[in-house]
């Protein structure tokens, strides 16, 4: 049985280095950004439009620090607020189209990067990895309200 505390130590290392350099891509993608603003761009993305708030308890940030990198990121065009039809008093935010090229070229470079990386990987391999990382994000994750299903 392998060593479980080297194990952990070499997960642990390998995945601050993986942020160190997440990081650093992240501010090669567009000097204004950090991997914190990109990544709320990327979840804008994702779920088409949110507020603030959304991203404050998605990435676990104080409301304040979420209202600088939004007001960072309509400053530099990439995105829009506006008024929300289910609640006038709400804003929802939305990417402009400058915010969705920069993350449709930002998200092509990472497909070539990560396609280069995983080239010598057999699709087993590659699959099981796909599902590792899947389970360890799930760890993250809140559990399913079960008063919410459908």
Known sequence: MP??????EMIQRELTAFARR??????????????VTYSM???VK???????????????LDKSTVSRQVGALER????RREADPEDQRGQLLRLTDAG????AEAYE?????FAGRF????DEDLDRFAGYLERYGLADRPPADPTQAG
């Not at 080239?119 to 057999?122: D, N």
Request: some cysteine; hydrophobic content about 40%.
């Open 100 to 103: 969705e090229q920069l993350l």
């Open 41 to 43: 761009l990327d979840l």
């Open 3 to 8: 060593d479980r505390d080297a194990a952990l």
């Open 22 to 35: 997440a990081r650093h891509k992240a501010a090669r993608i567009h000097p204004d950004l950090s991997l």
């Open 76 to 79: 530099l065009g990439l995105l």
């Open 109 to 113: 470079r990472r497909r070539q990067s």
């Open 46 to 60: 994702e779920r088409g439009s949110c507020r603030g708030a959304d991203l404050a308890s998605h990435f676990m």
């Open 119 to 122: 080239e010598g990987w057999s």
